[in-house]
């Protein structure tokens, strides 16, 4: 066993692939601002290029071409506050060697994460509904707007894809992530092997088929030679013919489906339940899993595909090149006894094993958290103790698996703080057509197979919460008075406080920077009740840079409160009908986009005090006399229409 510091590394396959591979180590400088990446150099390459994009963005710009003599490479033109992704590509004997980071300098925390839909089987639910209860509760308290789908057993694919599309587009202007849990119907598509076996090629789960909400799945083309009979294909069995994902993907979608999944030792609700538990004892950071990740190689070039280095890429990203811990034959012994972050195995594999584990050793526990595995067959997860959801039914620590090598999979966004739902979509959408052709694929990118084991809302960098919440009404029950247990992890630089009526509501902002302390007065709280959020902030120092990482919220809540204020939503839509001009303003503005006549306006603070309510016509300057400078919202109500806007006050 050795840790990879650089190319140093003794064992064989796994200096094949780490040879194409290029290890990429960032250092961000807030007082200039600037961004260094410094990589290895090797003996014979012939070019090396360095491009950057914006995490929204699918097109690198050339930063240029380095010198041969260089190793290192400073961007000053970068801004705080700002993720920017960058691609290193080496050519060595006309072939390309790639690296990938997520890079930034103190990005700001996201308040609200956006909403994700549980679309949950309801007879699942209804036994185990205290525990999936406490789950939703615990993605609330860490940012996400929860919302539910139970299916019956009346649900086949195509329902369940119509109830995910209905439930988008009444929530189009948020960003949106779903998690498929229990046993939910499984959509197949495509005439593909990406294992390459003869045998095996047909149609594959394609949960991804949830995810595309505008492409055409036909039903047209009968394949009827695979080996599995699910994998066979007859026109119009329901089963579709599409290949390539047909559009970008738009959701953010995860699969924990634990059904027929024996070879752990426990019964299925066990498992669901056990899942719940690892997933928020992860969130609450109760492992604190060390930053290392482990990785293990047995298929070395594979006639010059090398899809183990899709493992090293991710790893450098995730947790630098210094921290990675290379197998020699040990991924049992290793990991059934030492923590890691990030591990990937790749060798021959089955349906329920690879070289390296098989679905049975899963009943001990492992203590890898977010997995990558790739070998022939078990890509194809719809099958009894399938190795990549046994992974995440075992008593051990692992939360998500992928089947990644072909195509390869990107995690790099989630070093700066993102999920790996995130990652998910930006691994689906890579290759699908001539404008997504972003990253270095591998074989199969944009394949319908390529899916996600496990919550999409999970992220790499857990903060340990507050605890011990409580809230008190004080002042004749016109205030509320919180207190806390602080943090226990060090560099935290305040808290946070939200508030809602209910935990799955729509919470507020109460302070606008970090308290410092462990209590905290609401002078103007909601009428009736009330439920608050506190969340410890730490500026984040990932191996790829710096943003502020939010704990999930200790919540607390206190009813009978006979305060004035109200919820106020702040999100927005991507195309406003509305819009408030000049913003920032100083002493007027102007509602644009309303049709003649008269229209209310009334402005609130971020904390839901009502400070200004007046009528107004249609092109009227609204006065903001006696408003002081900070952040509003302004509430429109005109024709039957009401539309929130943030607006900026200047001094």
């Given at each position: ?28 400088d807030?007082?200039?601002p ?15 290029v ?45 072939t390309?060697?790639?690296g ?23 007879a ?34 195509f ?41 095996h ?5 394609a ?18 030679t ?44 066990s ?5 719940i ?22 298929l070395?070039?594979l ?21 990675i811990?290379?197998?020699n ?43 990558a595995?790739?070998g022939?067959?078990?890509?194809d ?19 998500t698996s ?5 195509p390869?999979?990107y ?15 930006a ?16 074989f ?9 084991h ?29 207190n ?30 970090p ?8 002078d ?24 502020w ?23 927005e839509p ?15 503005v102007?509602?644009?986009?309303l ?39 302004v ?5 039957g ?11």
């Open positions: 066993m050795a840790f990879l510091a650089g190319l140093s590394i003794p064992f064989t396959q796994a200096q094949v692939v780490a040879d194409v591979t290029i290890p990429v180590w960032v250092k961000t807030a007082s200039t600037s961004i260094t990446l410094t990589w290895t150099k090797r003996t014979g390459e012939t070019e090396l360095i491009s950057r994009k914006l995490t929204t963005q699918t097109q690198w710009t050339s930063l240029g071409i380095v010198s041969l003599a260089d190793s290192t490479f400073t961007d000053t033109q970068v801004e705080k506050g700002v993720v920017y992704e960058y691609l290193l590509r080496r050519t060595f004997n006309s390309y060697h790639y990938v980071v997520a890079a930034g300098i103190e990005i700001e925390a996201p308040h609200a994460r956006g909403t994700v839909l549980v679309v949950a089987d309801s699942l639910k209804s036994r185990i509904s205290e525990p999936y209860h406490t789950f939703l509760n615990h993605l609330a308290a860490d940012g996400w707007r929860v919302n539910q789908l139970e299916l019956g057993q009346d649900y086949d694919h329902r369940v894809k119509d109830s995910i599309k209905a439930w988008h587009y009444r929530n189009t202007y948020r960003n949106q992530t779903v998690l498929l849990f229990g046993d939910i119907p499984v959509p197949y598509s495509g005439y593909i092997n990406p294992d390459a076996h003869p045998e090629k047909g149609c594959w789960p949960d991804v088929y949830y995810a595309n909400l505008v492409g055409t799945w036909r039903d047209e083309v009968e394949f009827s695979a080996q599995r009979v699910e994998n066979r294909n007859y026109v119009g069995d329901g089963k579709f013919d599409e290949d390539i994902i047909p559009g970008i993907v738009d959701l953010q979608l995860g699969r924990v489906d634990l059904h027929n999944i024996t070879a752990v030792g426990s019964t299925t609700d498992l669901y339940i056990r899942y538990e690892k997933d928020i004892n992860f969130r609450s950071n109760t492992w604190n899993v060390p930053r290392r990740s482990f990785f293990d190689d047995k070395g070039t006639g010059g595909e090398n899809p183990g280095k899709n493992g090293l890429v991710n790893a450098y990203a995730l947790v630098s090149p210094d921290s811990r290379v197998s034959n040990d991924f049992i012994s290793t990991l059934t006894t030492e923590p890691y972050l990030h591990s990937h195995a790749s060798s021959y594999g089955s349906y329920t094993g690879n070289g390296q584990v098989q679905s049975a050793n899963f009943k001990v526990p492992f203590y890898n958290v977010f997995a595995y790739f022939s067959y078990h890509g997860w719809d099958i009894a103790n399938n190795l990549l959801r046994s992974a995440i039914a075992g008593p051990g620590y692992t939360l992928v089947w990644a090598g072909r390869h999979w995690l790099h966004h989630m070093g700066m703080g993102l999920n790996i739902g995130f990652a998910t979509r691994t689906q959408n890579n290759f699908i057509n001539q404008t997504n052709q972003t990253y270095d694929p591998g199969g990118a944009g394949y319908v197979h390529v899916a996600l496990g919550d999409p809302t999970l992220r790499l960098h857990p903060v340990s919460p507050a605890t011990e919440a409580s809230a008190t009404s004080i002042s004749a029950n016109k205030e509320v008075q919180l806390w247990t602080a943090s226990s992890d060090a560099g935290i630089a305040g808290y946070y406080i939200y508030r809602s009526d209910s935990i799955h509501g729509t919470f507020n902002l109460l302070n606008t920077t308290l410092n302390g462990s209590s905290f007065i609401d103007d709280p909601l009428k009736g009740t009330n439920v608050y959020l506190i969340k410890a902030a730490k500026l984040e120092n990932s191996v790829t840079g710096t943003y990482n939010l704990a999930i919220g200790a919540t607390c809540s206190v009813s009978g409160v006979d305060g004035t204020a109200e919820v106020m939503s702040v999100e991507h195309s406003l009908t509305l819009s408030l001009y000049p913003n920032p303003a100083k002493n007027n102007i509602v644009g986009g049709a003649e006549g008269e229209y209310m306006v009334r402005i609130f603070t971020m904390l839901g005090t009502e400070v200004k309510r007046q009528s107004y016509l249609a092109g009227d300057l609204i006065s903001l006399e006696g408003l002081s400078h900070g952040a509003y919202i509430r429109i109500e005109s024709q229409i009401e539309q929130q806007l943030k607006l900026i006050i200047q001094p």
